[in-house]
């Protein structure tokens, strides 16, 4: 079976309301929802140590967690997330991919959903497989990508975007660099996307030849071979992590060389804006491509991304049941 | 160790009161009491994307889902009752088979008790292993199978039965084929308990002649060959999952041949009655015992099997706690 | 990496008003506090078949099982713990051992802090991992160790304590005998600190040569290495588990070699005082080191240190999250 591969453009995130339905991908989404989104996961932040927030919003929804490769990050994210706003979640280690035996993906699709589960969330290594799903479903039935392929990783966007906003104030003026193997990177794509979306001023992409995105993608953004010259002046860093496998490719330095020309140190920190803020969607992979003190010195807001996590997806959440609990309530 | 191997007969899932304690096997269940159950389960029916149906029935119960070998399916099934039901439920990847090392099947059971766990459900490869826990654990404590060996799958039993009633009103005047790999399948044992309990009109067994079950079994069915003498004229076909290693059998015609003799086809489903309903437990093998069109046809009824299997555990859930309920009241 | 071996004395796992704040290790306890932490799970205890004690007092909080090594019965026991408390619970596959790549521990538990986790119950294989973790997480998150490498198992010192007082009524007269591999037992080291604690009148441990631990350890106890002359006019005899990897050991018998030197017999037992009861944690290999009838005969109070875990382990997530809920209820 092959998995159609829709333009991403196509695909209808919004229902006939014009309200978000399903969450694969932040490419089109109109700026906003995008900053409904951030508003409404804004209020969801509490200080570190305070209770969290939590309301009975969800309270009869069923949200399954669909995870076919393991993350306990992002897993645990929307897990909390759900519960927090008092939702029923299941976690159900199902692997959709086309190539799996037996059932087919809507097969186990349909399943799900006939067990009343009204969110189904889920991490695919395969791509199209989340879109193709979301076409499939009930209408009342929503889905969120937690991660697809190297394509789509929308509430990471989200939450870097949080991120920024909260440390920055806005987007218009900002110089935002995202560094490392960018080609190979679903949070590159869904962040770059979320700061188009938001006005961004500019991004820069910064990689070896080898980790550069083709053309096609990426548009509009300046792209440099060299971290110091990539990080020169700007306001925001975004590293991203280094596969290991990545680095036995001929062409991309290996282990002390990667960090050489691509690790993160103060001295090329110094570079950058004097309060420039440093980000990382993790995991980490301290002293290949960032220092460790950087991680855990004062221009890291990694932790804060962490905790917007939380609060964007439970925003998420929010706003894909919105229209299913308004018919709820109806009837 | 050697788990004892009971007379079915003589497995005692009643209590002294005549109430349903363990729920092991359907066969000589009284016809009252399987009615009960359908009657309850009914109730828990809700339309797909209106609220599933809720209660706190089992508030303060806690249910412990123990599957030796992985099922998403069933365990998702048995989790979304209880919890909607108000069960606390725990997932445990518990093997009770006596060929496991360590602990004894009973030294398993007699800690999950002890941590005042109300319900087992499990899972279980071996044949014999829910009948001997039922035995040993305490009077307050059910034992729920969710599928034993090739013998018993009794909640599936129960979910096409009320699947049947939905569709056809009643039993009695049915002619109902189960279609495939009948030698292998619990789901055919329990439904056709539930069937003959229900006063199903016939039941006819329809496989090559290597998974035709020996004669002992199935008493007073129609036993055939062939796909096109086997439902001519019924009311209801149940198609069962052919496992691809029975097919490596010199004697199981394999793949497209399999599906060329016993696969469910347009054509062939033009033999049976014109409102003929499609069943099938799941997970299907499209294009290998039944064809692609048919399972999302309209005669399929598959997705309300998968509505029926929660609405039918709820329904279970509760019987089984009623004693323990009763007597937390009463304290 | 090389995570830092505290000796236990310097650790904190009581915060600036004297509350306990984590439970790594029950060495340098106070009495006192122990004593409390007895009172409270003995209020927990319901009969079996009654329905288990329950409150709201952990409704807020978050709790993660962290379990790099599985273990159904521990895992399951602090799960039911948490929720029968009204906490959320979630469990992720993580491993914290330094030795996995990718991420650092820290890295790691920043993360699961940033969302908002409060409480951190780990089970670690390496030593040192939950006091490390507890010297780095903000001051409002609580680290519980569910077992850590040979060394440290406090909720089960905790249990097994409370199980002794509820059939002895005190500890001050008590013989007590830890019999088996003591050298590599977790549970053997907590125990005995928790008894040291509470004053208790004598403790011997009792191994063949191969599995006693060393002369800086166990101080006070007397060594035996005959069980008939171990277990003489005891009140109490604690059974450890054996791994079979350890009898392929030169030096320790093997097998029925076992039993029959260190196994616990009916004719044994009768050595020890007509009311001395036998504890064993879990799980147990019958015939090994315990005959079967012992395991489930009067003397036997196994079911009962399952049962007392579970009220050991709310009343230690009810203590260490104290100090945040009165935060919480302040602000």
Not at 23 to 41: K, M, S, Y
Not at 222 to 243: A, F, K, P, T, Y
Not at 324 to 330: E, F, H, S
Request: glycine residues 8%.
């Amino acid at each position: 079976m092959k998995v159609p591969q829709p333009n991403a453009a196509m695909l209808q995130q919004l229902d006939a309301d014009g309200r978000l339905q399903h969450l694969i991908n932040l490419e089109g989404l109109p700026r906003a929802l995008i900053e409904r989104l951030l508003n409404r996961a804004q209020q969801f932040i509490r200080p570190l140590g305070a209770p969290p927030a939590r309301s009975s919003a969800l309270a009869g929804v069923t949200v399954a967690n669909l995870f076919g490769e393991p993350s306990t990050r992002t897993r645990g994210s929307f897990e909390l997330a759900a519960r927090r706003l008092g939702a029923d979640v299941i976690n159900l280690e199902v692997h959709l991919s086309s190539r799996s035996k037996g059932e087919t993906i809507l097969d186990t699709v349909y399943t799900l959903q006939s067990m009343q589960i009204d969110v189904l969330v889920m991490r695919e290594a395969e791509s199209g497989v989340p879109g193709y799903v979301a076409r499939h479903v009930a209408p009342h039935v929503s889905v969120l990508s937690a991660g697809e392929s190297h394509l789509s990783h929308p509430t990471q966007g989200l939450l870097d975007a949080l991120t920024i906003r909260q440390c920055k104030g806005g987007f218009q003026k900002l110089s935002v660099a995202i560094v490392g193997d960018v080609a190979h990177s679903r949070v590159a794509r869904s962040t770059f996307q979320a700061l188009n979306a938001l006005g961004v001023g500019a991004v820069r992409i910064v990689a070896p030849p080898a980790l550069m995105p083709g053309p096609e993608e990426f548009s509009g953004c300046e792209r440099l071979h060299s971290l110091e010259q990539g990080i020169r002046g700007v306001d925001v860093i975004m590293m991203l992590r280094i596969q290991k496998e990545r680095m036995s490719e001929s062409t991309v330095p290996v282990g002390a060389n990667y960090f050489r020309e691509f690790g993160l140190t103060y001295e090329r920190l110094r570079l950058a804006k004097p309060d420039a803020i440093v980000m990382h969607p993790g995991p980490m992979n301290r002293g290949v491509e960032i220092d460790s003190e950087i991680a855990d010195g004062p221009q890291s807001v990694i932790q804060q991304q962490v905790t917007n996590g939380v609060a964007v997806r439970m925003a998420v959440l929010e706003a894909v049941t919105e229209g299913l609990r308004r018919d709820w309530n109806r009837a």
